[in-house]
Nanobody, 116 residues
Framework: QVQLVESGGGLVQPGGSLRLSCTAS????????MSWHRQAVGAERELVAS????????TYADSVRGRFTISRDNVNNTVYLQMNRLKSEDTAVYYC?????????WGQGTQVTVSS
């Protein structure tokens, strides 16, 4: 079955960096686009970044463009989110998502807290 496992979250000071990882299993990873989303307390879940199966196409939310970079390793079935110049408003639970055969699959999420 499809499994997505995120890691790499934590507490970081404003201006700092974190790299999130999402390791996938149960499907042919390189065939599918992947995305990162986040949900802050009291807010809707929002798209942060997405990447095509071949990494040729990437999109970013306006709020993170220029600070975050999405990438993937199709050998190790992992998608990454490099987050630089973090701000307090980036505090949220971050989720990776796959869309496979008309179904959305989500990981369990990893908490990112940006605070001094």
């Amino acid at each position: 079955q499809v499994q997505l496992v995120e890691s790499g979250g934590g507490l970081v000071q404003p201006g700092g960096s974190l790299r999130l990882s999402c390791t996938a299993s149960g499907f042919t990873f390189s065939r599918y686009g992947m995305s990162w989303h986040r949900q802050a307390v009291g807010a809707e879940r929002e798209l942060v970044a997405s990447i095509s199966g071949t990494s040729n196409a990437r999109t970013y939310a306006d709020s993170v463009r220029g600070r975050f970079t999405i990438s993937r390793d199709n050998v190790n079935n992992t998608v990454y989110l490099q987050m630089n110049r973090l701000k307090s408003e980036d505090t949220a639970v971050y989720y990776c998502k796959a869309f496979i055969a008309d179904h959305y699959y989500w990981g369990q999420g990893t908490q990112v807290t940006v605070s001094s």
